[in-house]
């Protein structure tokens, strides 16, 4: 079998090498962090979105783009708010940490103007993430272990990889957005409206309607 002219087993097992490369950006980012938390994101996921088109090739366009993306994606960031608010609302009940680890996931924006925070998540950050986590990773994971299997390790592993955070509530939070973010992909099988999803995601929560 081949993706785009190339072995898809190869390609799949050049995917599953990137792991811990993404793993390590992410150990820098939120664990060592040594200079500004958005340079460093901006330059590491844009990175990895490269290495990502690096091994798959040119992926979003063969997959292709429809103008109902953009409303598909749309609809599911709403979606994927209402759970949230729901689970925050519980979470505010049943966890007594809930509300200070959120509180610190918001200091992140003292740390850029919000203009540049809305470019860099809505050019560089959105798009990468889902370019590698869910069209390099979990792609590989899912040729390598099947749909439902790989998806799950998919969803897992990027909650696991926000442990170098050290916050729980961020922890769970990128496991229930992977998990559901992963499930679109492979349900619809194109990433871009998951890019679009993704955007206005980290845009509502972040600046619009944040959870605090």
Request: glycine content about 12%; overall charge positive.
């Amino acid at each position: 079998m081949t993706v785009q002219g190339r072995p898809a087993a190869g390609m799949a097992r050049a995917a599953l090498m990137a792991i811990p490369v993404g793993v390590a950006a992410w150990a820098v980012i939120f664990a060592w962090q040594p200079i500004n938390f958005w340079v460093l994101m901006t330059v590491g996921v844009g990175g990895l979105g490269a290495l990502a088109v690096r091994i798959r090739g040119p992926f979003p366009f063969a997959e292709g783009a429809r103008w109902s993306d953009l409303l598909l994606g749309a609809a599911a960031s709403v979606l994927l708010y209402a759970v949230f608010a729901a689970g925050r609302a519980g979470a505010d009940r049943l966890l007594p940490f809930a509300a200070s680890q959120v509180s610190a996931v918001y200091t992140l924006r003292t740390q850029a103007p919000a203009w540049f925070i809305v470019v860099v998540l809505a050019l560089v950050i959105g798009p990468g993430e889902e370019l590698f986590w869910r069209g390099l990773v979990q792609w590989g994971l899912v040729q390598r272990l099947g749909s439902g299997r790989g998806w799950g390790a998919a969803a897992i592993l990027y909650g696991l990889v926000h442990i170098a955070a050290l916050n729980a509530m961020l922890v769970l939070a990128a496991a229930v957005a992977g998990a559901f973010w992963g499930w679109l992909y492979l349900r619809i099988g194109r990433i871009a409206p998951v890019v679009v999803s993704h955007i206005l995601w980290d845009l509502t929560v972040f600046l619009i309607f944040p959870f605090q």
